[in-house]
T-cell receptor, first 113, second 112 residues
Framework: EAGVTQFPSHSVIEKGQTVTLRCDPI?????LYWYRRVMGKEIKFLLHFVKESKQDESGMPNNRFLAERTGGTYSTLKVQPAELEDSGVYFCASSTQGQETQYFGPGTRLLVL | QKEVEQNSGPLSVPEGAIASLNCTYSDRVSQSFFWYRQYSGKSPELIMS????GDKEDGRFTAQLNKASQYVSLLIRDSQPSDSATYLC????????????FGTGTQLKVEL
């Protein structure tokens, strides 16, 4: 069974540009989570999808971040326009309905210059 | 006060020793607790979950939970160099939706 995959693995962009991160959860996992780790800080929750619906987006930092999960399969997280403080590692995780165990992807390392 | 606190380390132990990793949390009504292991540049990998007070053992790993003291720990027996990694404590609180709240992690180094 394939694990959670994320693309790209690394992204270097300039301030003001747009970046789109993609997450493919484990097949059949209805729950999809986005987390972010900023340098020197803990991993922090961004938002949670159940299938295609946003269950909780309380961790989204501001309206420059837009997450989608059309069709309830893969998800994208767009940052537009990117700012320096958006640099960090963006993790995606997925789980089956009713299970608390979350399986993490390898992360996307974003550097905004 | 951080919601989940861990000593960042590094914690250095000799090969074969017991490594003890500690975590405290602030949300008194939290019910679910997890230990993830993360190698440098890799994804967090779940190694233990615990929900009830007491000890839970799985191979060389033992998780301990004390809800009264809001304390959860991870013991690694017979530590191996391959155990060298960052160990993340995570908690599911009362907000619903199973979102994880993480500590900053403790770096463990097992020395030959």
């Amino acid at each position: 069974e394939a694990g959670v995959t994320q693309f790209p693995s690394h992204s270097v962009i300039e301030k003001g540009q747009t970046v789109t991160l993609r997450c493919d959860p484990i097949s059949g996992h209805d729950n999809l989570y986005w987390y972010r780790r900023v340098m020197g800080k803990e991993i922090k929750f961004l938002l949670h999808f159940v299938k295609e619906s946003k269950q909780d987006e309380s961790g989204m930092p501001n309206n420059r971040f837009l997450a989608e999960r059309t069709g309830g399969t893969y998800s994208t997280l767009k940052v537009q326009p990117a700012e320096l403080e958006d640099s960090g590692v963006y993790f995606c995780a997925s789980s089956t309905q009713g299970q608390e165990t979350q399986y993490f992807g390898p992360g996307t390392r974003l550097l905004v210059l | 006060q951080k919601e989940v606190e861990q000593n960042s380390g590094p914690l250095s132990v000799p090969e074969g020793a017991i490594a003890s990793l500690n975590c405290t949390y602030s949300d008194r009504v939290s019910q679910s607790f997890f230990w993830y292991r993360q190698y440098s540049g890799k994804s967090p990998e779940l190694i233990m979950s615990i929900y009830s007070n007491g000890d839970k053992e799985d191979g060389r790993f033992t998780a301990q939970l004390n809800k009264a003291s809001q304390y959860v720990s991870l013991l690694i027996r017979d530590s191996q160099p391959s155990d060298s990694a960052t160990y993340l404590c995570a908690v599911i609180g009362t907000g619903g939706g199973n979102k994880l709240t993480f500590g900053t992690g403790t770096q463990l180094k097992v020395e030959l």
